[in-house]
Each structure stands twice: as structure tokens, then as C-alpha cells.
């Protein structure tokens, strides 16, 4: 299985994506916003990983449509194993940004002491066009939900980077 070890985040600006099965829409959002940060030349910043709150694919590859999806758009998903989130994730991490409101409620069951309430959040609360600031399951319908899924995380991500490295103070030297 593949190792799903986190270097330290001490220094680091820390983010995981979650969704329900982490196979479709958290893969892709740590696909996409790894490969903006690199593109930065920011990667020595970031720590960036991805969880599913179920654990019926644990080890599992991202799913194929999702897969083929972000490859259209220069992102790759094939180093992906899939993992199922942990309490401890809520200490190792400085963000938690999940897709959906249902992932909101088992995140925030997880952190039954409260202690986390204030790192975990809808990815979607960055996008500048939040619409109702979910991401929609794509996993049981068709191609289109894909794409749709592609675009809003793609606008996201980037409003993301903008925002971490405004809050973290972090200058990028255009080139
Ligand atoms: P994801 O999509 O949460 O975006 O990874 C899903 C993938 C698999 C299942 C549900 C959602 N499933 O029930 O197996």
C-alpha cells in the first residue's frame, strides 16, 4: 500500500482536502492546488494531502473518470492512494477544507472536543463564485458532472492560493 507517511508540517503551510470517498473530488483538489503551488515554485511551503471520511477504498487509485478528467487539464491523479481520515489529521493539519456539508458534519464529529472547529471548513468558502458552496458528489452521475466538478475546483484553488499566501505573508517574485 502506498505510503501515506507526513513529512513535518512544522513551517508549513498545512492543507487537507475531504470529501466522502477520496476518490473523486478531494484527490482532485489536492491534484489541482499541488500542481498550482508547484507551478509558484511554492512547493516547499505546502503540505497538501487528501482524505475520504469513508474508508470503502483505502488504497485505492482516484476513480478513472476523475482521473481521465484531470489529465485533460495537465493534472495528474495517478500517484493517488486513498485514505480515510483520522482524529489525529485534525492536529497534523492547519487547514481542513471539505466538499460538502455532510462531509462538515462527520469532520466536525470526529473533533468531538471542539478543538478544531475553527480550521474546518467548506473548500468552497474561497471560491468567488460559492454558489451554494458544496461540491457536488460526480460519482454516480455522468461525464458533465465531472467537468463541472473540474471548473469549480480548478477557480477555487487558485482563490485558495491567493489567500493562504496573502495570510501567510508568502510573496511570489513574477518572473
Ligand atoms: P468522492 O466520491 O467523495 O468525491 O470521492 C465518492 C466516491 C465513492 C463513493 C462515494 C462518493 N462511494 O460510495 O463509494
Known amino acids: 500500500m502506498k505510503d501515506r507517511t507526513i513529512e513535518a508540517t512544522e513551517g508549513k503551510i498545512s492543507v487537507l482536502f475531504v470529501c466522502l470517498g477520496n476518490i473523486c473530488r478531494s484527490p482532485l483538489a489536492e491534484g489541482v492546488f499541488r500542481s498550482l503551488v508547484a507551478k ?24 478513472e473518470r476523475m482521473r481521465t478528467t484531470a489529465q485533460r487539464y495537465g493534472v495528474s491523479l495517478d500517484d493517488h ?3 480515510q481520515i483520522a482524529e489525529k489529521d485534525l492536529e497534523t493539519f492547519e487547514y481542513v477544507l471539505v466538499m460538502d456539508r455532510r462531509n462538515l458534519e462527520d469532520v466536525r464529529a470526529l473533533d468531538s472536543a471542539e478543538r478544531h472547529s475553527e480550521k474546518i471548513k467548506l473548500f468552497r468558502d474561497f471560491d ?48
Request: charged content about 25%.
Open 81 to 83: 492512494g486513498a485514505y
Open 40 to 63: 509558484a515554485g511554492l512547493q516547499d511551503h505546502f503540505v497538501i494531502r487528501s482524505a475520504g471520511t469513508g474508508g470503502w477504498h483505502v488504497g485505492g487509485p482516484a476513480d
Open 128 to 175: 468567488p463564485e460559492p454558489g451554494d458552496r458544496q461540491v457536488p458528489d460526480p460519482y454516480y452521475g455522468g461525464q458533465e458532472g465531472f467537468d463541472a466538478v473540474y471548473r469549480m475546483v480548478d477557480r477555487t484553488s487558485r482563490a485558495l492560493l491567493e489567500h493562504l499566501l496573502e495570510e501567510h505573508r508568502i510573496r511570489v517574485d513574477a518572473t
